[in-house]
């Protein structure tokens, strides 16, 4: 696979870069993010990565993680390139508009990388994206490969993570040969699989385990769908954040007659952010667009205005109008 010459020649071209991801990074933002900023460095590039704070703790142990900028202190400034890593549209990057209104400043080049299905793109960007792939991480690694770069321990740590977050630890339906292939070739740099499992996959906290539970307390049953919420003041309860419920709206995947699932999650009052998975077919992102979000077929999102009762009422109907459920 070969990137996009026109990216490849902004990368040899300019001197510095801006990475930004999607709020509430999960493993393929952060590992992918932080593999591209090991590369750039070595490139003898100046970087910046500025995300959301504080980072999960599933993913703490990534080479690099304590190099990552609070995006409340997002500069903009001084900088040739912006770098969208996993994401495709600047308003993804935070619910906050003052920092949207700093990357809106940004006169600089823009690229983004990414794999998520999205029916409007940033016009302003150089595009590469393959919502083919199985990750974002994916896509660096054709990069970091095409433009003769090393796959040094510290990288193959970082791409490694997000491969097996965006594929469920190779589980998914978007597992495939060139995902093992990848792999490989990382576990011979250096990824040590079983750890960086342990680290994604079973390093659970008290708290967050509390919020599971209020998750769980709050299922419901509509075969084939499997409806959840978490509420504000849940979080506040068990000291979380929205970062805690990563993965929570695919356990509730696992019962055999649930072939969708929906985690409603209370942001702020009347502000939801909704998570979507499906198994075999089902094509959750055509659910997930019509609200103005995305992702891919077996597991998309969206954000919305109202109640958990007005969210869950009309992704019912939207649901019925696409004859699935």
């Known amino acids: 696979m070969i990137p996009p010459k026109e990216i490849i020649d902004t990368i040899e071209k300019e001197n510095s870069f801006l990475i930004l991801t999607h709020s509430t990074p999960d493993g393929d933002a952060l590992g992918s993010s932080l593999a591209l900023k090991f590369f750039l460095e070595k490139l003898n590039k100046k970087v910046e990565f500025f995300t959301e704070k504080p980072i999960p703790i599933q993913y703490r142990f990534l080479p690099g993680i304590n190099s990552i900028k609070d995006l409340n202190t997002l500069s903009v400034e001084n900088l040739d390139v912006l770098i969208l890593v996993d994401c495709n549209k600047t308003n993804r990057v935070s619910y906050e508009r003052e920092i949207l209104k700093k990357i809106e400043l940004f ?34 690694y054709y990069l970091i490969k095409n433009m003769k770069g090393e796959l040094n321990e510290e990288i193959a740590y970082n791409l490694y993570t997000a491969l097996i977050v965006d594929t469920g630890n190779f589980q998914f339906d978007n597992t495939t040969e060139e995902v093992f292939l990848i792999a490989r070739e990382l576990v011979k740099a250096g990824a040590k699989p079983s750890y960086i499992y342990e680290q994604c996959f079973e390093s659970w906290g008290e708290s967050r385990f509390k919020l599971f539970l209020k998750m769980l307390n709050n299922l419901e049953l509509l075969p084939p769908l499997a409806i959840s919420y978490i509420l504000k003041e849940d979080f506040q309860e068990t000291h979380t954040t929205e970062s805690d419920t990563e993965r929570f709206v695919e356990f509730i995947r696992i019962l055999r007659d649930i ?37 891919h077929k077996n597991a998309s999102g969206y954000r919305m205005k109202g109640s958990i009762r007005d969210a869950r009422a009309q992704l019912l109907e939207k649901l019925k109008k696409y004859k699935l459920l």
Do not use: P
């Open 107 to 140: 006169s600089g080049k823009r690229i983004v990388i990414d794999h998520h299905i999205t029916d409007k793109e940033d016009e302003k960007s150089l595009k590469w994206i393959d919502h083919q792939k199985a990750a974002t991480g994916i896509l660096i």
């Open 259 to 295: 072939n969708l699932t929906a985690l409603f999650r209370e942001i702020e009052k009347d502000f939801i952010k909704v998570s979507l998975r499906s198994k075999g077919n089902i094509d959750v992102s055509v659910i997930a667009r019509e609200f103005g979000g995305g992702g």
